[in-house]
Structures are given as C-alpha cells and as structure tokens.
C-alpha cells in the first residue's frame, strides 16, 4: 500500500505538470505567440511519467522492505535478548537454590552440633520395692535410653540418680556406673541400636529402694 501511494503520488504530479505545461502552450498559441517546447513530444513525457511512476513505486517499495528488513533483525534482537535474559533468570535462580540448599544444610550441621555438644537426656522412674526382702538379687530392672542421629558417634554417657521427692539438681546427682547410690546402681556397658528414626543409647539401671520411688537420668553427648 506504502508503494502504491508512492507512485500514485508521483504519477499524479507529474500528470497535473504536464497539463499546467499544456495550458500555457494553448495560451501562448491564442496570443500568437510560438509554442514552447521546453517539454518535449508528448510520448517522450509521457513515457518520463510512467518512468517516475515506476521509479517511485520501486522506490516506496524499497522502503518498506528496509523498514520489514530492519523490523525483522529488531525481532531477533528482541528475541536474542529476551532468551539471554530468561538463561540468566535460570542460572542465577539455580545458584540461589543451591546456596539457599547450602546454607540450610550447615544451618542444620551447626544445630546438631549444639545439641550433641549439649546432650540429648533420657529419665525414667521407678517405684519402691515391694517385697518382703528386697536387695539388688531381686531389685527392680529397668533400660534408660536416648535417641540420637543414627550416624552420630558418641563421645561421652553421663548418669544421675536421685529419689523421686529430691530438692537437689541433677548436677549434684552424678553417679559412676556399677556406683551404689543407695539402693540404686547403673550396671553393665552402654548398648547402642540402630532404629529406624536414630540410635538408641542405652543404659540398664537397678533399683531396691523400699521407701520411695527412684528416678535414673542418662544423658549421652556426641559428635554429628
């Protein structure tokens, strides 16, 4: 439509010259004076019109190809630029979850760390003995356990032990195993079992007591 209007353009102004110059020739002609001839035979300009139509036409053409030409590559600029950003969206969304990844994991290392350094403890209590004669042969049996992370390597087993009513903290309550602390004695090794949610930590614990109740308390430390 841009080419056809061009040389529309174009043919119509030189159409309308040619008329114009046609006119002052049949002027000049009534006042008897020679025509010019500055324009030419007819055929000679009319043939200069369908030239400049032509010439104009091609050369509105010529512009809206340039303009389709340079709206193409401004597309594949566009398009180029657009596919870089959307690469780097990509990357920079992969490194940020990679260091958000990074950066949980060693939150969660340091947090265990805390808590094996802290110690993770286990209590349990027992009634008092019942029977007639009761001595460590017959005393009350009983495994005090803790749970920690199944790949943890324990460094250290702590263990207390104090009557149910007792006013004291369970620092000044420490024990030693196979230790009598009245009526009440930790025994054998630590056992250690893997379980499906960590790894029991375990410690067996006797008492005799005929007067009130005992409480055993076993706190294990360990390294992640």
């Given at each position: 439509m841009a080419a056809l209007i061009g040389a529309s353009a174009t043919f119509?102004?030189?159409?309308?010259?040619?008329?114009?110059?046609?006119?002052?020739?049949?002027?000049?002609?009534?006042?008897?004076?020679?025509?010019?001839?500055k324009t030419g035979n007819w055929l000679a300009i009319f043939a200069l019109?369908?030239?400049?139509?032509?010439?104009?036409?091609?050369?509105?053409?010529?512009?809206?190809?340039?303009?389709?030409?340079?709206?193409?590559?401004?597309?594949?600029?566009?398009?180029?630029?657009?596919?870089?950003?959307?690469?780097?969206?990509v990357r920079l969304e992969r490194a940020g979850l990679q260091r958000g990844d990074e950066s949980e994991t060693q939150a969660r290392l340091a947090a265990e760390r805390r808590r094996g350094a802290e110690g993770?403890?286990?209590?349990?209590?027992?009634?008092?003995?019942t029977q007639g004669a009761c001595s460590e042969a017959n005393a009350l049996q009983a495994s005090v356990c803790a749970t920690i992370p199944a790949a943890a390597t324990v460094t250290e087993v702590q263990l207390y032990t104090q009557s149910v009513d007792a006013q004291q903290s369970w620092a000044d309550a420490k024990v030693q195993l196979g230790q009598d602390a009245g009526a009440a004695k930790f025994v054998d090794a630590v056992q250690e079992r893997v379980q499906s949610d960590g790894k029991e930590v375990c410690q067996r614990f006797l008492y005799w007591g005929s007067q009130k109740g005992c409480m055993a308390r076993l706190l294990v430390k360990y390294t992640p």
């Amino acid at each position: 439509m841009a080419a056809l209007i061009g040389a529309s353009a174009t043919f119509i102004t030189a159409l309308l010259q040619l008329l114009l110059n046609a006119r002052r020739q049949a002027v000049e002609r009534a006042a008897g004076k020679p025509a010019s001839r500055k324009t030419g035979n007819w055929l000679a300009i009319f043939a200069l019109m369908l030239a400049a139509a032509v010439a104009g036409y091609a050369f509105s053409e010529y512009q809206v190809y340039r303009d389709r030409e340079d709206s193409r590559l401004l597309r594949q600029e566009m398009q180029t630029r657009l596919r870089d950003i959307g690469e780097a969206a990509v990357r920079l969304e992969r490194a940020g979850l990679q260091r958000g990844d990074e950066s949980e994991t060693q939150a969660r290392l340091a947090a265990e760390r805390r808590r094996g350094a802290e110690g993770v403890a286990a209590i349990i209590a027992l009634p008092p003995c019942t029977q007639g004669a009761c001595s460590e042969a017959n005393a009350l049996q009983a495994s005090v356990c803790a749970t920690i992370p199944a790949a943890a390597t324990v460094t250290e087993v702590q263990l207390y032990t104090q009557s149910v009513d007792a006013q004291q903290s369970w620092a000044d309550a420490k024990v030693q195993l196979g230790q009598d602390a009245g009526a009440a004695k930790f025994v054998d090794a630590v056992q250690e079992r893997v379980q499906s949610d960590g790894k029991e930590v375990c410690q067996r614990f006797l008492y005799w007591g005929s007067q009130k109740g005992c409480m055993a308390r076993l706190l294990v430390k360990y390294t992640p």
